[in-house]
């Protein structure tokens, strides 16, 4: 056997192993945090609040997702319902339903033929408890760090924490995520992070500020006022997602012209060679 195919064989195995180790660590992260948020899952979070928000990231938030062009990774809108249930039920509530919430959003992608390698479900769910474990750290310190009091119902200061838990979840949910494909493809981490992971900060900021604008209504709107931010949020919505089908289509369709002209190009070459 070539010394050099032997060597090149033994690399590969050598990264693969690194990969599931790294796969089988954000997973055993991801069960810590979960076992965590159940120690410490508030008393206040009994309350039917929590069970309709945890039953919207079960049946709402996966049909909202949105599978982003070019990507690896699908876009999901469930940050509004992690960062409305910091603000009404606390860390540890929320980071039991990002564990669902991401559950279920894979489960429904997989139904509708987005593909998954191996393990890559409970590490997805492992990331999504981690990032919101490692947020609800931020969230604690934010009082000695701004002065804030965490129960501030006050917009001035609602909009600091929600920034703050906005760029903490982005941050520590997308190095987890390019970690783990970096590794996958040996890619750099940079460039991963920058092309698969960098479009997920709108989520993360258009979520913190809907959970905003739904715990003022909530707290202090009426009926009226919340059904028209509910229908202005909705019509947003279904434009954007239009517009990502639109670029998914246009992509399907350049790809697919590429194929055939790809396809052309060698039965024209095959002909040439017969004749010759």
Same mark, same amino acid.
């Given at each position: ?29 991801g069960g810590?945090?979960?076992l965590?948020a159940? !120690? &410490?899952f508030? $008393?206040?979070? @009994? ?10 990231? %079960?049946?709402? #938030?996966?049909?909202?997702s ?9 876009l999901?809108?469930?940050d ?32 509708r033929?987005?593909?998954f ?8 769910i492992?990331?999504? !408890? &981690?990032?919101? $474990?490692?947020t @609800? ?9 701004t002065g %804030?009091?965490? #129960?501030?119902?006050?917009t001035?200061?609602?909009i600091?924490?929600?920034?703050i838990?906005?760029?903490?979840q982005f941050?520590?949910s997308?190095v ?5 494909h970096?590794?996958?493809?040996w ?5 991963t ?18 959970a ?5 209504l ?5 009926l009226?006022t @919340? ?19 639109e670029i998914n ?12 002209r ?7 070459r095959i ?6």
């Amino acid at each position: 056997m070539d010394p050099s195919h032997s060597s090149i064989t033994s690399s590969l195995i050598d990264r693969e192993r690194l990969y599931h180790l790294i796969k089988i660590a954000v997973i055993f992260l991801g069960g810590l945090s979960v076992l965590f948020a159940l !120690a &410490a899952f508030p $008393t206040d979070a @009994f309350h039917w609040g929590y069970l309709l928000l945890v039953l919207s990231s %079960i049946f709402v #938030a996966p049909r909202m997702s949105l599978t982003l062009p070019r990507s690896k990774f699908a876009l999901s809108f469930a940050d509004v319902l992690i960062f409305l249930t910091f603000l009404l039920y606390g860390g540890s509530a929320a980071i039991l339903l990002s564990a669902v919430e991401m559950l279920s959003l894979c489960l429904y992608l997989r139904s509708r033929g987005f593909p998954f390698g191996r393990l890559m479900i409970p590490v997805n769910i492992g990331i999504n !408890a &981690a990032s919101t $474990t490692g947020t @609800f750290l931020v969230w604690l310190a934010i009082p000695s760090i701004t002065g %804030i009091s965490l #129960a501030s119902t006050q917009t001035r200061e609602l909009i600091v924490i929600l920034g703050i838990l906005a760029l903490a979840q982005f941050a520590i949910s997308s190095v987890l995520a390019a970690i783990v494909h970096s590794f996958k493809d040996w890619s750099s981490l940079w460039d991963t992070w920058k092309k698969d992971c960098f479009t997920s900060s709108m989520t993360q900021m258009v979520g913190a500020g809907i959970a905003g604008l739904i715990f003022k209504l909530v707290n202090y709107g009426d009926l009226l006022t @919340f059904v028209i931010a509910f229908v202005a949020l909705g019509i947003a919505y279904l434009n954007y997602r239009q517009s990502i089908e639109e670029i998914n289509e246009g992509i399907e369709k350049v790809e697919e012209a590429e194929r055939q002209r790809a396809n052309t190009e060698m039965q024209r070459r095959i002909e040439a060679e017969s004749y010759a």
